[in-house]
């Protein structure tokens, strides 16, 4: 089998039109790279993808190729739990099937054959409310007279309070997975070490009581506060001693409750705390990436790490521990106020698209995810190049032969102090856009991944830890996506400055779904300010990228911005009438940005740029305790009233 039949074997599309309307043909050489970095399987000539079992409605298997009769069993770790045998070319599965992920067992004449079966809720979490609306923010922006130079939880709890005040149900972050402590100026939220545990910068040291500060600190503190963007690189070398240090007096004098704490946390997290823990120290004692190490820790094994942790290592592994543990229970602490607090979403959590090739994921998860392997986007008419995010991502072969439990992981591990979690490029359920390393965006292919039982093990996370899943679908998806995780209970995620049609006019308001959040913009986009003062395009054209827009587009966007708020009788155009445009409209949720609240005028992010703009280093102009003064709160009351838990 040639390299091309072998890739439509494995639902590999090798040749594909671009958003120019070229034709795409892979190179071969980039082609067997892919291939090589793939799991192998042969496909099953039985059933051949996973089984899914919806609760409440009729599941059937058609078996063309068996040779009958046909024997069945789904096996769980307790042993058999279902089993039956068919004479016709088709199974149809018990409807009473208790929800979980099995391995099902097919045996004909000739083939035995084994895949996942899910059995899953017939859709996802839905949310226990009408509408309501959230404070979206980037956490490490925010100002406040105690923090150490970036926003973290004790922060966070002032924003639920400050969200409270003003009639919002919950508060929208950025990602804050872990990312790399040694490399603290690589910053970007979305290409996290992993996303599986937490940002320790996040951490509000002073709120641990074996934290005892000192004069020369204090005396640091003020420069870092006093900047404009957050210096991460003196952030982390005051945060991580004071970490350190508080870790030794913890060691020394542990009160009995904070101990019992730690090693619940320590249960609760298993053996991927333990991997996670076990990673820093070798990452950190080797110094280079993983797949350069010594053969024996290449791969991540338990009893290696047992005995790493037996070691003279045991300090280090243990202090990684208790700085998960930290962030888990400060930001659990922040969430649990938000459910004092009446909010009906409370935490609103961001979910990176893939991870770094040399971080922990990649490291414990090689089946399912490949280090070779760059997520991206063939050619547009924006990226004529195509683009490679240099993250690695799932692989379906590696998630099925896992029984999915690398996804479930990190569903869990997202949705654990969470309302509601946005899962970035939601199309990556379907398929993904692969660019093997050393190649360009061009030489890239679709993936087919296994759509459905993603859809079904995200209903079923999604149920169990009760948290609404959000899919971020902007631009050019297949027909019938937006359909098909609608029907799963996944929510749709919509951007009004996107929602305009041929003619550049903007969507009425009866345009909007009701399952999706709603907002003005994204963190890669412009501020409403810097929308309405060109100030985007000002920039982006200084730094010689083509804004992809000329002032005259613009000037025509601004006239129909004001021609849809006159059809809604709203008179005026700044961002409250726009908050109250999208407040009216029946989606269940809507964000408004901290920073359009604020008035600034530059974007958290500018794809495409990595040193030429600050990327998610701006900090807010004011402190938090001088936002309620600064916001036009009766304004913003007005606009969100109709979803407001003031009017409720």
Not at 483 to 512: C, K, P, T
Request: with cysteine.
């Amino acid at each position: 089998m040639d390299l091309f039949a072998q890739a439509k074997a494995l639902g590999i599309q090798t040749e594909f039109l671009d958003g120019q309307g070229h034709r795409r043909v892979t190179d071969a050489a980039a082609l067997k790279i892919i291939l090589d970095a793939l799991p192998p399987q042969a496909p099953g000539s039985l059933v051949g993808h996973p089984v899914v079992v919806r609760s409440g409605r009729p599941s059937r298997t058609e078996l063309p190729n068996a040779r009958l009769p046909v024997e069945w069993k789904i096996v769980a770790d307790s042993g058999v739990i279902a089993k039956g045998g068919s004479s016709d070319h088709a199974i149809d599965w018990p409807k009473d099937l208790p929800l979980g992920i099995y391995r099902l067992q097919v045996k004909d004449a000739a083939t035995t054959e084994d895949v996942p079966l899910i059995s899953a809720p017939e859709r996802a979490f839905g949310g226990e409310f009408d509408r309501c609306w959230l404070l979206a923010v980037q956490l490490y922006s925010v100002r406040s007279a105690r923090n150490w130079g970036m926003g973290d939880f004790t922060d966070l709890a002032s924003l639920i309070e400050l969200a409270d005040q003003l009639g919002a149900d919950g508060v929208g972050l950025n990602p804050l997975h872990a990312l790399f402590d040694d490399r603290p100026g690589d910053c970007s939220p979305y290409s996290p070490n992993s996303r599986l545990f937490l940002n320790a910068l996040y951490i509000d040291v002073e709120k641990l009581p074996e934290f005892q500060p000192d004069a020369e600190m204090r005396d640091a503190l003020a420069s870092l506060r006093a900047g404009d963007v957050v210096d991460y690189v003196g952030v982390a070398a005051l945060k991580w001693p004071a970490l350190r240090s508080a870790f030794a007096a913890f060691k020394s004098n542990a009160k009995p409750g904070r101990q019992q704490d730690f090693d619940k946390f320590r249960s609760e997290r298993g053996t991927l705390l333990s991997h996670f823990a076990c990673f820093e120290v070798l990452r950190h004692k080797f110094g280079k990436p993983w797949w350069e190490w010594p053969e024996d820790w290449r791969q991540p094994d338990d009893i290696r790490c047992a005995a790493l942790r037996g070691g003279a290592d045991a300090g280090e592994i243990e202090f990684v521990e208790f700085v998960q543990w930290t962030a888990d229970r400060q930001l659990g602490a922040a969430n649990d106020l938000a459910k004092k607090l009446g909010m009906k979403v409370g935490l609103y959590l961001d979910v990176a698209v893939g991870v770094q090739a040399d971080g922990f994921d990649a490291w414990n998860e090689q089946v399912a995810i490949s280090r070779h392997l760059g997520v991206g986007a063939p050619p547009d008419p924006l990226n004529t190049a195509g683009q490679s995010w240099g993250l690695a991502g799932f692989n379906a072969v590696g998630l099925e032969q896992q029984s999915f439990a690398p996804y479930r992981d990190m569903l869990r591990a997202s949705m654990r102090h969470a309302g509601a979690i946005r899962l970035d490029h939601v199309l990556g359920l379907k398929r993904l856009y692969l660019v093997p390393q050393g190649f360009t965006a061009r030489d890239g292919v679709y993936v087919q991944m296994p759509f459905e039982a993603l859809l079904a093990v995200t209903a079923q996370e999604s149920m169990a830890q009760r948290c609404v899943v959000i899919g971020e679908d902007l631009g050019t998806v297949p027909e019938g996506f937006r359909d098909q995780i609608a029907d799963w209970g996944i929510w749709s995620y919509l951007v009004m400055m996107f929602e305009r049609d041929d003619h550049g006019s903007f969507r009425n308001i009866d345009h909007y779904l009701t399952n999706a959040l709603v907002t003005f913009n994204t963190h890669d986009l412009s501020t409403y300010a810097g929308w309405r003062s060109f100030g985007d395009l000002k920039l982006k054209r200084s730094l010689g990228i083509d804004p992809g827009e000329s002032d005259e587009a613009r000037w025509h966007a601004l006239a129909m911005l004001d021609d849809v708020l006159r059809h809604h009788a709203i008179d005026r155009n700044d961002l409250y009438s726009v908050a109250n445009f999208l407040a009216r409209t029946k989606s269940r949720l809507l964000a408004v940005s901290l920073e359009d609240l604020l008035g600034v005028i530059d974007q958290p992010n500018i794809p495409g740029t990595v040193n030429e703009h600050p990327n998610w280093r701006r900090r807010l102009p004011v402190t938090i305790e001088e936002m309620t003064s600064t916001v036009d709160v009766a304004a913003l009351k007005a606009a969100t009233h109709e979803r407001s838990r003031a009017a409720t």
